[in-house]
């Protein structure tokens, strides 16, 4: 893809209704979409993908601007439009793409989504403080994040994995036990890797979307989706009612006891929701 280095996976039937493209979550990579890629490869072409510096694409330094990364691999991949499944700021990426390119979006399904120009409130992140960044020590921590260490301890890595993978994934009022022990280890190893890339890589600055997505959500014509996790951060589940009340015609589905990162969490569940609205979405 040019100089465009994002790496990527495709499965799907000889002639398929349509495509489906799935956007990770932040803190995790392509790998949480296992059970997706392969139940709804049976029987759309489905699309899934690490965003740059995340998983096996390439550094992030620079510019980057992630939802015209993703209209750039379509184009890559010749989809003219495609039904985007993004949790996470996965969900605020299609968004964006979505309002920038409305003809290439087919429909919208928004997992535990951020949302580009919402400010998260102080509560978050007072809590995101105490509970995550503090498994670090503040002088290592400020020098990773500005990156000027000489050297990434793997254990502050793991630990700030660990941190955050409890407090989200989990989430801010369940034990590391919600979680099955390979659910558990699954987010805490995508989630070190996004911490490592993040430390060691070279440094880069984020471009959304203008006027912000926040704004405009009354702008998105595409059917929609919003699938919240009810042990997910308060925060963050006040962007799924954003979402939810913001985009015309919107239809949310809240899970129980269930954390941030659903289709990893509670995959069968997310699978039948995600089957069913894309079935009304590509009918023939």
């Known amino acids: 893809m040019d100089d465009l280095d994002l790496a990527y996976e495709e499965a799907g039937p000889p002639a398929p209704p349509g495509t489906v493209v799935l956007l990770h979550a932040g803190v995790a990579d392509m790998r949480m979409w296992e059970h997706q890629f392969a139940a709804l490869s049976e029987r759309y072409r489905v699309i899934r993908y ?44 299609a968004v964006e793409a979505a309002l920038a390119a409305p003809d290439r979006v087919a429909a919208l399904a928004l997992i535990c989504s951020g949302l580009s120009g919402h400010q998260w409130p102080r509560e978050m992140l007072e809590q995101a403080a105490e509970r995550v960044h503090s498994s670090v020590p503040p002088d290592r921590l400020a020098r990773y994040r500005a990156g000027t260490a000489d050297h990434v301890d793997p254990a502050d890595v793991r630990a700030m994995a660990e941190a955050h993978t409890l407090w989200q994934v989990a989430g801010p009022e369940r034990s590391r036990d919600a979680l099955p022990e390979p659910v558990w280890d699954a987010a805490v190893e995508m989630c070190r890797l996004v911490f490592e890339r993040a430390w060691t890589g070279p440094r880069s600055a984020e471009r959304r979307l203008v006027p912000p997505a926040a704004t405009r959500l009354p702008e998105v014509s595409a059917p929609t989706l919003v699938i919240n996790g009810l042990s997910d951060v308060p925060g963050i589940q006040e962007v799924s009612a954003l979402l ?41």
């Not at 691999?73 to 969900?91: E, N, P």
């Not at 990162?261 to 609205?277: G, I, K, N, W």
């Open 50 to 93: 690490d965003w740059r510096g995340h998983g096996r694409s390439g550094d992030a330094g620079g510019e980057v601007c992630h939802h015209e990364d993703l209209l750039a691999l379509m184009d890559a991949l010749g989809v003219d439009r495609a039904a985007l499944v993004g949790c996470s700021m996965g969900g605020a990426y």
């Open 244 to 284: 939810s009340e913001g985009i015309p015609g919107a239809r949310r589905l809240d899970l129980p006891e269930t954390g941030h990162l659903p289709p990893l969490e509670r995959p069968r569940q997310v699978t039948d929701a995600l089957t069913t609205f894309l079935r009304d979405v590509f009918a023939t």
